[in-house]
């Protein structure tokens, strides 16, 4: 109907109107994704394509992932479910084929996919600091500034975005005037914006994938001068974070606890006092649960705030742990004299759900440690790690492991494994509230669960296979991206979401089949 020159640019603006919805909407990818296929479909020439899929055994060992979730069903009693996740998990089936089945694309047009990425990645951060900064008593949690999708998967996008910009920085020439000052714009912008949202697994993921490139670089690099500075890159970046956390452990602990047979009775009102001796929870290194007076901790709250200290802050935390924890933070006595001694910004913390007088002004990386080790201290002290990203997961592996432990060899069935894991909740004993209870956030472990011993290995197999056999490892964006979605897969499950399957099964195939290597090099 139309020539091949035509069904090219429909592909191709299809690709880029893919792009431009990932940090968007799962509407218009899956749009875009209708576009492909209804081109792919129309253009026709099967024979060409057929031959490409042919020779392409890498995307045949790929679409092992696919026949295994199809296999699946045999082992699953929630039909329902099972093909509900099927249709998530579609574009495992649909990009790999339609884009290694076409008619690989030049550099410049890799690029320009890129570019249009970036710049919507652009419209999308901009958009949501704007719309914060105006409403921002609008937000409960600074990550809800991602606006559009999931804040994680933001920031694995803007991760691809900044590695792929350092990428056209380095290794190849500029096509306008101001094109590198652009790029070094938005790089230092989504480094400063995930700081801004606070969003750590994102800037792990930063540190972790410069760390490898930096190694990288020290290994194949023949340029001493080079290989110097990779040298001294990689341990400053050690040193930095060694040292920053070594000082939070060290600022976090004090050097003695409080000498709690001496402590005070009675307040200077008379009140007698609640002391938790049992208790070793602290804040900046001070016992938390001591020196309480509830009587007066209400009387005076409720003279300097309309919020009920019975309800909760803007984190959904009772708000009278949270004055517990902040007047702790700043060792005061969790009485009348103490809640006086706080000032009005002091008390908008408090409401506001900082239980720590250092997130009173931002947040810094230093913080975000502190967050972590406390979060640490408090589950490994019988604590419980509702409502703490860190430890939560400790709880999401844990009861996973059960899982997996009672189904090793033949795995539970894709449909089965959220029934699965509320059926293990009950179970085990978990310290986890019912709204807390989640799956495993780790994809390799959610595949094993659902897939048995031999399906997880072939799963596993049928994701980094291919690289070897269409040597991947010689193309910079095909493995800085892979490098983000494992360590994605790692601490979530990047492929249960449409938006994590369509950002994994686009990248993986525009950047292992979309190109040539020696495209990538011209």
């Known amino acids: ?36 296929l209804t081109n792919w479909v129309i253009e026709a020439n099967f024979k060409y394509k057929f031959e490409k899929f042919k020779k392409n055994k890498s995307l045949w060992v790929f679409l092992i992932l696919v026949l295994i979730l199809l296999l699946s069903l045999f082992n699953t009693s929630d039909y329902a479910y099972a093909i509900k996740d099927l249709q998530i998990k579609l574009p495992l089936l649909a990009l790999p084929v339609i884009i290694a089945t076409s008619r690989t694309l030049s550099f410049r047009k890799i ?50 975005s900044i590695f792929s910009l350092l990428y056209f920085l380095y290794y190849k020439k500029t096509d306008f005037k101001f094109e590198k000052f652009i790029y070094i714009f938005a790089i230092l912008w989504f480094i400063v914006y995930l700081l801004w949202l606070q969003a750590f697994t994102g800037i792990t993921v930063f540190v972790v994938v410069l760390f490898l490139l930096i190694i990288y670089k020290l290994i194949v690099s023949k340029n001493k001068k080079v290989k110097y500075i990779s040298l001294a890159s990689l341990l400053a970046i050690l ?8 000082v939070a452990l060290n600022n976090f602990y004090p050097d003695t606890y409080p000498n709690i047979e001496n402590l005070p009775k009675y ?30 901790l209400r009387q005076v709250w409720a003279e300097k705030s309309s919020l009920s200290i019975d309800s909760l802050d803007a ?15 700043l060792n005061l006595t969790k009485d009348a004299e103490g809640l006086n001694s706080l000032n009005p910004d002091d008390i908008r913390a408090i409401e506001d759900g900082k239980a720590n007088v250092r997130f009173k002004k931002g947040f810094t990386i230093d913080d975000r440690f502190y967050q972590i080790i406390w ?36 795995g539970v069935g894709i449909g089965d494994v959220d029934q699965e894991y509320k059926e293990a909740y009950r179970k085990m004993p978990t310290p986890l509230k019912e709204e807390f209870q989640h799956r495993a956030h780790n994809q390799f ?51 249960e979401t449409a938006a994590g399957v369509t950002f994994f099964a686009f990248f993986y195939s525009l950047f292992l089949w979309g190109f040539k290597i020696k495209t990538d090099e011209s």
């Open 445 to 495: 472990l959610t595949f094993f669960i659902a897939f048995g011993a031999i399906g997880g290995i072939l799963a596993m197999a049928a994701i980094f296979y291919p690289v070897i056999m269409s040597e991947g490892y010689k193309k910079y964006l095909f493995m800085v991206f892979l490098a983000i979605a494992v360590l994605s897969m790692l601490a979530d499950d990047t492929l």
């Open 1 to 36: 109907m139309f020539s091949a020159k035509i069904h090219d640019k429909i592909y191709l603006i299809s690709l880029l109107l893919l792009v431009a919805s990932l940090p968007f909407s799962v509407y218009l990818t899956s749009v875009s994704q209708f576009l492909l």
């Open 239 to 246: 040193f930095s974070l060694v040292i920053s956390f070594g």
């Open 267 to 296: 307040t200077k009102l008379g009140n007698p006092y609640y002391h938790d001796y049992s208790s070793k929870l602290i804040e900046n290194g001070n016992l938390i649960y001591i020196n309480i007076s509830e009587i007066e």
């Open 111 to 160: 690029k320009l996919i890129m570019l249009v990425f970036t710049s919507a990645l652009l419209i999308n951060t901009l958009i949501g600091v704007v719309y914060y900064s105006v409403n921002t008593s609008e937000f409960e949690n600074i990550r809800d500034m991602s606006l559009f999708i999931s804040h994680i998967r933001l920031s694995l996008m803007i991760n691809l």
């Open 315 to 329: 984190k959904n935390q009772p708000v009278i742990h949270t004055i517990i924890r902040y007047l702790s933070s």
């Open 375 to 410: 979060q640490l201290d408090v589950y490994f002290k019988g604590g419980n790690p509702s409502g703490h990203s860190v430890t939560q997961r400790l709880e999401y592996l844990k009861t996973g492991f059960y899982i997996l432990g009672n189904n090793f060899f033949t």
